[in-house]
C-alpha cells in the first residue's frame, strides 16, 4: 500500500466509532474479569470492541492480518493490524479518564498508519508514515524542550513481577534528574501526550505491540524519537520502549540506563 493515508483514515473512523460505544458504557462495564492478576482487567467492553474493530479491518483489508489484545491473531504478516479495544482497562472501569482505543498498522514491524481515541476527552490523534500527525484533524508536533530537568515524564508500572518490582525501583531514580513523572494508565495516551508536545518523554518496560504501534507512529510523525532501551529503532518485536521529543532523548536513555543497573 503506498497511501498509508488510507489506512489512517479507517483507523480514525473505527476507534472513534469504537469510543462512542465505549463512552456510552463507562459505569456499566458489564462482566468483569481478570487475566493475570486481580489487578489486571477484561471487560465484556473489552471482548465486544475487539470483534467489532476486527471484523470491520478483515472486510476493509483482507489481505492483512490482524492482532488483538483479548483474542490474538496470527502476527506472521508482512502488513499487520494491532488492536488494543481499551488500553487502560482499570480507568475504564472505575469511570477515570485515561482510557483509550488504538488500532495501529504495521508493515515488516514497522509503523506506518494508526490512530488513538480518548472517549472522554473526545481527542482523536492519528498520523500516516510521512504525512505527519494529526490532533483533532490539526497538524501536532512534540515538545520543543531540550531541558530534560523542567520537562514532564510518564511511565507505566507492570501489575506485578517480574517487571513491577524494577519498574518502581526506577522511578526514583529518574526523579533525581526530572522530579515531573507521571503514570495516566494507557500506554497509547502516554505516546500520544509525546506527539502533542503536552509530554516530554515516556518510558516502560513490559509493553506488548497492541499497546504501542499506533502511538509510537504518532511521536516519529510529530518529529520525537521511539526506541528500545539500548536506542535501537522501536519495532513490533521490541518488548519496552523509550518515546521522547528528541530532544532530550540521549539523556533520558542514559538516565534510565544507570537506573537499571
Known sequence: MEDWRVAEDVAARLVTEAGRHVRGRVGRPGQIGHKSTPNDLVTEVDREVEVLLTEELQRRFPEHAVVGEEFGGDPK?????????????????????????????????????????DPLGDELYSAAQGAGVRRNGVAARVSGSSDLSTGLLATGVPSLDPGRTEALNLIPEVAQVCPNIRNLGSAALHLAYVACGILTGY?????????????????????????????????????????????????LLHTLRGGRH
Open 77 to 117: 504478516h508482512g502488513l499487520v493490524w494491532y488492536i488494543d479495544p481499551i488500553d487502560g482497562t482499570t480507568n475504564f472501569v472505575h469511570g477515570l479518564r485515561g482510557f483509550t482505543i488504538s488500532v495501529g498498522l504495521t508493515q515488516a514491524g514497522v509503523p506506518v498508519a494508526g490512530a488513538v481515541y
Open 203 to 251: 518510558w516502560q518496560e513490559t509493553l506488548r505491540p497492541w499497546d504501542a504501534a499506533a502511538g509510537v507512529l504518532l511521536v516519529r510523525e510529530a518529529g520525537g524519537m521511539v526506541t528500545d532501551f539500548d536506542g535501537t529503532p522501536w519495532t513490533a518485536a521490541v518488548g519496552g520502549l523509550v518515546a521522547s521529543n528528541g530532544h532530550v532523548h540521549s539523556e
